[in-house]
């Protein structure tokens, strides 16, 4: 097992994990992803400026994240709670997918754990993320990685999401 940093040549693995993604959140009735986001373009943003990552396993990407450091927009008004610090800067993690014949394997953990790592080497007070209301298993999968529910942030198109917080 690898994690790496994503390059131009698995757009086509990556793209496909974004697809499987959003069937399966489909299939669980959840609208998150269902307006054709994440797709090739936020794969090659995520290339072009440095923050996607793979997971590889026996040669094949089985997982990608986006591991980004800096501020997230969308973060900078929490309702309904608040953050834990009020940091200028920070580490965020966006468009996690996972091949569902990997699931159970604890890669969303591994994410994580880089994340974690990079931050702590950036001197970065916390870690943040976010997800829809109706996605249980994300939610889980931050709660299990020590992110804790801070409060509802609102997307650029208005959308509601759950926002997490690890304190570092």
């Not at 040669?59 to 591991?67: D, I, K, Y």
């Not at 880089?114 to 870690?127: D, F, H, S, V």
């Amino acid at each position: 097992m690898t994690l790496r940093k994503a390059s131009w040549e698995d757009e086509a693995a990556v793209v496909g994990l974004y697809q499987e993604a959003q069937e399966f959140l489909r299939a669980q009735g959840i609208d998150q992803w269902q307006d054709g986001y994440p797709n090739a373009a936020s794969f090659r943003a995520d290339v072009q400026e440095g923050t996607g990552w793979v997971w590889e396993e026996e040669g094949q990407v089985r997982g990608t994240a986006c591991l980004a450091f800096g501020r997230e927009p969308t973060y900078d008004a929490i309702y309904q709670g608040a953050w834990g610090t009020e940091a200028g800067e920070y580490a965020f993690l966006h468009r996690i997918a996972v091949a569902g014949a990997c699931k159970g394997k604890g890669v969303p953990a591994l994410f994580f754990q880089e994340l974690e790592r990079q931050a702590r080497e950036k001197g970065l007070p916390c870690l943040r993320g976010d997800t829809h209301r109706d996605n249980k298993i994300m939610q889980r999968v931050m709660e299990k990685n020590g992110l804790t529910y801070r409060g509802v942030i609102y997307l650029e198109d208005g959308s509601q999401r759950l926002a997490f917080e690890k304190l570092l």
